[in-house]
């Protein structure tokens, strides 16, 4: 069955660094679009950035890009999240997802889901 693994989160100060992984397993991926998304406290779990698998086609939200680059590894079936110049209100659990066939925003498209990776970025 499909699994999705997320780790790499941590504490950073603002303006730092941080790369989240995505381990992905139990079939092939080639069709899927990894999306990563993230939910702050009491807030709902919005969109972070996406990528299809095979083309290597992206899609950012507004408010990451240019900070944010998704990419993945084939060989180790990864997806990763470089996130730089990070802010505060980048604070929140981080989590990877996946579907089939065409990229979405909304969470509730996604089929399959990592466990979280928690980011907080003092200031």
């Known amino acids: 069955h499909v699994q999705l693994q997320a780790s790499g989160g941590g504490l950073v100060q603002a303006g730092g660094s941080l790369r989240l992984s995505c381990a992905a397993s139990g079939r092939t991926f080639s069709s899927d679009f990894m999306a990563w998304f993230r939910q702050a406290p009491g807030k709902a779990r919005e969109f972070v950035a996406a990528?299809?698998?095979?083309?290597?086609?992206?899609s950012y939200a507004d408010s990451v890009k240019g900070r944010f680059t998704i990419s993945r590894d084939s060989a180790k079936n990864t997806v990763y999240l470089q996130m730089n110049s990070l802010k505060p209100e980048d604070t929140a659990v981080y989590y990877c997802?996946?579907?089939?066939?065409?990229?979405?925003?909304?969470?509730?498209?996604?089929?399959?889901w990592g466990q979280g990776t928690q980011v907080t970025v003092s200031s």
């Open positions: 997802a996946a579907r089939k066939y065409s990229i979405r925003t909304s969470p509730a498209e996604y089929q399959y």
């Open positions: 990528m299809h698998w095979s083309s290597g086609s992206t």
